[in-house]
């Protein structure tokens, strides 16, 4: 399995900001935008969850370029959640995988850690 991207450290970007640094980590990895639009919806649900838990697990697919994946909550501490996507696309041979640390700020809001 190849490592696409280790754990990702990023402080003070807005949603925006951290939805587009996202895409552009992912750019490379043969995912389309609607593949990351489907990633960063299923993600999100998972770690906005109240009742979030390590061990909590979300899939996706787009049929239209093929690709798909799995993401798993590997960890939450201290209002951060460590979630890792496993997924494959017909751009690339076998799995990739990619693992992010999102946190809860004071104000609500999430971002990348």
């Given at each position: 399995m190849r490592s696409l991207l280790?754990?990702?450290v990023f402080v003070g970007?807005?949603?925006?900001?951290?939805a587009q640094s996202v895409a552009v980590m992912?750019?490379?990895?043969?995912?389309?935008?609607?593949?990351?639009?489907?990633?960063?919806?299923?993600?999100e649900a998972l770690y906005t969850n109240p009742e979030v838990q390590a061990g909590d697990k979300s899939t996706w697919q787009n049929e239209a370029s093929?690709?798909?994946?799995?993401?798993?909550?590997t960890g939450v501490e201290e209002?951060?959640?460590?979630?890792?996507?496993?997924?494959?696309?017909?751009?690339?041979?076998g799995q990739q995988r990619a693992e992010f640390k999102r946190c809860k700020r004071a104000d609500g809001l999430w971002q990348l850690e």
């Open positions: 280790s754990l990702l970007l807005s949603g925006m900001a951290q992912l750019g490379d990895s043969g995912l389309t935008p609607d593949d990351i639009k489907a990633v960063l919806a299923e993600s093929g690709a798909s994946g799995s993401i798993e909550v209002g951060c959640v460590l979630i890792k996507h496993i997924f494959e696309t017909k751009e690339k041979a």
